[in-house]
T-cell receptor, first 116, second 111 residues
Framework: NAGVTQTPKFQVLKTGQSMTLQCAQDMNHNSMYWYRQDPGMGLRLIYYSASEGTTDKGEVPNGYNVSRLNKREFSLRLESAAPSQTSVYFC???????????????FGPGTRLTVL | SQQGEEDPQALSIQEGENATMNCSYKTSINNLQWYRQNSGRGLVHLILIRSNEREKHSGRLRVTLDTSKKSSSLLITASRAADTASYFCATSPGGGNKLTFGTGTQLKVEL
């Protein structure tokens, strides 16, 4: 059971370049999330997907697009990278809560992105 | 905007001592969760406390929740060097599975 996996682990881009961050989970979770973490800011939600085929904006969606390819995979795309997008990106997943409760989120190891 | 704010921002203690971290939040919640993040790693879920619970224990962890004060505390007893990490509280102010994380407390446990 690999849990949540992310690729790549590190990436350096030049301003204006594009790239896609990949995320996959093997826990049969319906919900998946993309966060960014900046020093002193905690985690901020970029996009999330409550189920296959659905996506919704989080707190900081500008400059990003996502695709929920299937139940396992949720990708994050930067169409035209900017230095402000230098950050550590985390993918997470969670199952459905029981009786209206909420399940814990499981996180991947992160992708460290630098935009020059 | 951050729903939760941890206090203190940084905490340094000796091994064997207890560590207490606090979290304050702004809106009504159904539950509050605590996560740990070791340096360079993803977050790991520690414990969840529901709004109708006041205290919860898990091993050396003790979490309290005071919904009237919109605050929670995480107590780690008999700290170990391996407890060195950042600790975050998280809430779901809008309902559903989305979480809003605080800015975290950096705990350093020295030998």
């Amino acid at each position: 059971n690999a849990g949540v996996t992310q690729t790549p682990k590190f990436q350096v881009l030049k301003t204006g370049q594009s790239m896609t961050l990949q995320c996959a989970q093997d826990m049969n979770h319906n919900s998946m999330y993309w966060y960014r973490q900046d020093p002193g800011m905690g985690l901020r939600l970029i996009y999330y997907s409550a189920s296959e085929g659905t996506t919704d904006k989080g707190e900081v969606p500008n400059g990003y697009n996502v695709s929920r390819l299937n139940k396992r995979e949720f990708s994050l795309r930067l169409e035209s990278a900017a230095p402000s997008q230098t950050s550590v990106y985390f993918c997470a997943s969670s199952g459905d809560g029981l009786a209206g409760g909420y399940n814990e989120q499981f996180f991947g190891p992160g992708t460290r992105l630098t935009v020059l | 905007s951050q729903q939760g704010e941890e206090d203190p921002q940084a905490l340094s203690i000796q091994e064997g001592e207890n560590a207490t971290m606090n979290c304050s939040y702004k809106t009504s919640i159904n539950n509050l969760q605590w996560y740990r993040q070791n340096s360079g790693r993803g977050l790991v879920h520690l414990i969840l406390i529901r709004s109708n619970e006041r205290e919860k224990h898990s091993g050396r962890l003790r979490v309290t929740l005071d919904t009237s004060k919109k605050s929670s505390s995480l107590l780690i007893t008999a700290s170990r060097a391996a407890d060195t990490a950042s600790y975050f509280c998280a809430t779901s102010p809008g309902g559903g599975n989305k979480l809003t994380f605080g800015t975290g407390t950096q705990l350093k446990v020295e030998l």
